[in-house]
């Protein structure tokens, strides 16, 4: 089996992802569903070959040593991220297909409000949802709107690099973890002395990464980054949590100074099955927001975002109900992504 021929049919048909695993067809992702494709079941000589031609020295010792690998595949001006990994003794890996094109804003279905958000001057703004919602796509789109629009120094920690940015009016110097830097903590703290007005980190995995990213903010750069949260009370409460106790409070009173924003973002499958949709929590910081950080009454920033409409502000639930009136998803796709089930019940 030819694996770039492979990747071309799965780019074809609209995959978002391709899973290679021994004992079943190739098998893409399309629209949220799995479909197989062909009639050759794949085998261990096989997926080795796959899996063995995409990388190179270094990435197959890691492989090897660590029985699991992240790296990027090129193909035509496509970009895959792939992992690699190790599963009943045999290799297999799953290919994210990364567009060769960057959408806006608009044409990703994603709220007005994030132009602005994008081009704030300083403060940190945090994109949030499982995996597979489009974090990295809704990232790729804020900071290629600073680069049409900006004069600025943007540097990227991402793992892998997925979106390649071409240097427009800003200059973009994107770092891949495990390639360019150690890891995300490393890499962060270097970008503060590599004169940076935008900071995109990939993933905010560890407290010390965390603290860097606050502290960028604090210093007066744009610091972008992800988490695997689902609701913005969610990710400040990890935010917080992360740190020990005694510094609880003084995290609060940085995160009720610095942060912009958090979008929370889950992707449903359409009706007509042609797509996927954007569901949205938008959580935007003003004073009262900012005092419901600093107190730690995260519990209270729901009722906040209900009632702030006019700053574009809306919670998840409130997004499942748009999309489910405006007819682009199922009334039962809708409560399986809700927050709250009753309360969208009583809303649809």
Do not use: C, W
């Amino acid at each position: 089996m030819e694996l770039d021929n492979l990747l071309r049919e799965g780019i074809k048909l609209g995959a978002s992802d391709i899973h290679l695993t021994v004992g079943v067809e190739p098998t893409l992702r399309v629209n949220g569903g799995l479909k197989k494709i062909g009639e050759e079941v794949l085998s261990s000589n096989q997926i080795d070959g796959l899996i063995k031609g995409m990388m190179n020295d270094k990435v197959e010792e890691e492989f090897r040593e660590r029985g699991e690998a992240d790296f990027a595949y090129h193909l035509d001006n496509y970009r895959f991220r792939v992992n690699a990994f190790q599963q009943r003794g045999d290799a297999a890996a799953v290919l994210r297909i990364i567009p060769n094109e960057i959408l806006s804003l608009n044409a990703l279905g994603l709220p007005k409000e994030l132009k602005d958000l994008a081009l704030t001057p300083r403060g940190l703004f945090l994109v949030t949802g499982p995996t597979g919602s489009g974090k990295s796509t809704t990232l790729a789109s804020m900071i290629d709107l600073i680069n049409r629009s900006k004069d600025k120094h943007i540097i990227t920690l991402e793992d892998p690099i997925e979106y390649v940015h071409q240097h427009k009016k800003s200059i973009v110097n994107q770092r891949e973890v495990g390639e360019d830097t150690e890891n995300f903590a490393n890499g962060l703290r270097a970008a503060l002395r590599q004169d940076p007005d935008v900071i995109l980190v990939g993933e905010m995995r560890d407290l010390e990464t965390i603290s860097t990213a606050i502290t960028a903010a604090e210093t007066g750069h744009l610091v972008f980054a992800t988490l695997h949260t689902n609701s913005a009370a969610e990710t400040i409460d990890r935010i917080i949590n992360v740190f020990p106790p005694h510094q609880q409070e003084q995290v609060k009173t940085q995160l009720a100074l610095t942060l912009k924003g958090v979008l929370s973002q889950q992707l449903l499958p359409t009706i007509d099955d042609l797509g996927r949709a954007a569901a949205t929590e938008l959580l935007v910081v003003n004073s009262a927001v900012s005092n419901l950080v600093r107190e730690g009454k995260t519990h209270q920033l729901e009722s906040i975002m209900q009632t702030s409409k006019e700053e574009g502000m809306h919670t998840m639930d409130y997004s499942l109900r748009d999309l489910y009136r405006s007819g682009k998803i199922s009334r039962d796709e809708a409560l399986s992504k809700a927050i709250n089930i009753q309360s969208l019940k009583r809303m649809i």
